[in-house]
């Protein structure tokens, strides 16, 4: 009777309301999707309730949405599969997650090879300030401590340098605008970025072949040849 298909509707929606939670978390428990579905119902003063059977709803919902394979539980634990594809939706959307599983990649590799890139400028920092300690001359320029920064600004620029008592701080006042370059951008601009040899090039990286063939395969130049530089100086 209409008692009847107005049940099933009932039991339609909120199924429905069900498999938006799990859709919307992805990965989630039983007890998330009863917690939020209590509080919206409680939220709404327009509805009555009982708390005990909306649990067991979504207790009911999820045991559906299981038998159908749009979701799957893993102990505790209800994952998200989704709703059956056709082969051209499935191939599209499986080519969709292996680009961006590629950009994902192409990103980590990215920010992995500038923090290499870091590190060897560093160490090569380090070496040259040795150089220096031990009287030996690397473009007659002095030693660089990190981490520092410097100013440029005009030649006729007044700047005033106020310092906190802990030397922690300071307050720069400048009468026409300047610019602020951090260690990490001024190291990559002085001849610090290469090395000897392939051997070198392997000590700064611990022995890790594997990432000295990326870095290598990414940034040829980064080997020295013979006629190359490595001084040290600063432009």
Known sequence: GSATR?????????????????????I????????ELVHEFEADDTVKFDEKNIRRRVYDALNVLMAIEIIIKDKKFIRWKGFPQSPDKERVLLERMVEDRRREVEDKTRALEEKTMQMIRVS????????????????????????FAILQAEVDDEIECEKSDDKKTALLTCSQSF????DVAVLQKMDLSS????????????????LCDMLLHRNPQLVRTQEGGGGGGVD
């Not at 039991?11 to 992805?26: A, D, I, N, T, W």
């Not at 610019?179 to 951090?182: L, M, T």
């Not at 090395?195 to 000590?203: G, R, T």
């Open 124 to 147: 090569n920092l380090v070496e040259r300030n040795a150089k220096l300690l031990q009287g030996d001359q690397v473009g007659g320029k002095a030693r660089l401590h990190v981490p």
């Open 179 to 182: 610019k602020v370059h951090d």
């Open 28 to 35: 989630t428990t039983y007890a998330q999707v009863a917690d």
């Open 195 to 210: 090395v000897p040899s392939k051997e070198a090039l392997l000590a700064r990286l611990r022995g890790s072949e594997e």
């Open 6 to 26: 107005r049940t099933d509707k009932g039991l339609r929606s909120f199924s429905l309301k069900v498999c938006q939670k799990v859709e919307e978390r992805g």
